[in-house]
């Protein structure tokens, strides 16, 4: 099971909310869809039995950091509560590259251009970032690094009238649904 690209995804996703909203030490709840946590733990279709023993064995290999995660699932889509020592780790050990600081800040202005965003892009990766012209009525854009160390998320921006809204999906994911 590939437990660590998991727990990065729930980290990546608790520092996106402490840098928008701020941080407090409370619990987190994150809503994944079935494929998308299949596609990072790399599993190929597993039984309902093997999926609930994968998501037993990831809340006991992530506990001393993350504390007792709870994880429920409805439908097709699993429901991961992050409890507030956890959501403390991350506050207090998570790795930040600044990248996601100082995009959230440029997206949030509200006259951010595209060569704004275009430019913190560039900075974090030294110029090896690919942009696509979405052909999505929901984006205008989809900007991502070439090098999916520096981040492995492909964000989709759209411009409106007097602000820019963006969706952040893992590339798989992206893949998966076909934007």
Same mark, same amino acid.
């Given at each position: 099971?590939?437990?660590?690209?998991?727990?990065? @995804?729930?980290?990546?996703?608790?520092?996106?909310?402490?840098?928008?909203?701020?941080?407090?030490?409370?619990?987190?709840?994150?809503?994944?869809?079935?494929?998308?946590? @299949?596609?990072?733990?790399?599993?190929?279709?597993?039984?309902?039995? &093997?999926?609930? /023993? /994968? @998501?037993?064995?990831?809340?006991?290999?992530?506990?001393?950091?993350?504390?007792?995660?709870?994880?429920?699932?409805?439908?097709?889509? =699993?429901?991961?509560?992050?409890?507030? &020592?956890?959501?403390?780790?991350?506050?207090?050990?998570?790795?930040?590259?600044?990248?996601?600081?100082? =995009?959230?800040?440029?997206?949030?202005?509200?006259?951010?251009? =595209?060569?704004?965003?275009?430019? +913190?892009?560039?900075?974090?990766?030294?110029?090896? +970032?690919?942009?696509?012209?979405?052909?999505?009525?929901? =984006?205008?854009?989809?900007?991502?690094?070439? %090098?999916?160390?520096? %981040?492995?998320?492909?964000?989709?921006?759209?411009?409106?009238?007097?602000? +820019?809204?963006?969706?952040?999906?893992?590339?798989?994911?992206?893949?998966? @649904?076909?934007?």
């Amino acid at each position: 099971m590939q437990y660590g690209a998991l727990e990065q @995804m729930l980290i990546n996703s608790i520092k996106e909310v402490q840098i928008k909203l701020g941080y407090e030490k409370e619990p987190i709840r994150f809503y994944y869809p079935l494929h998308a946590l @299949m596609n990072i733990l790399k599993i190929s279709e597993g039984s309902d039995e &093997e999926i609930k /023993a /994968a @998501m037993e064995g990831f809340k006991k290999s992530v506990k001393e950091r993350l504390g007792d995660i709870r994880i429920t699932k409805s439908q097709e889509r =699993f429901c991961f509560e992050i409890p507030p &020592e956890g959501v403390e780790y991350v506050y207090y050990h998570g790795k930040d590259s600044g990248f996601l600081k100082e =995009f959230i800040e440029t997206v949030e202005n509200p006259h951010t251009t =595209f060569e704004d965003i275009w430019k +913190v892009f560039n900075k974090y990766g030294d110029g090896k +970032v690919t942009c696509l012209k979405s052909q999505e009525e929901d =984006f205008d854009y989809i900007i991502f690094f070439e %090098d999916p160390s520096l %981040d492995n998320y492909r964000y989709y921006i759209k411009f409106h009238e007097n602000h +820019v809204t963006y969706h952040r999906f893992l590339s798989e994911d992206a893949a998966d @649904m076909g934007i």
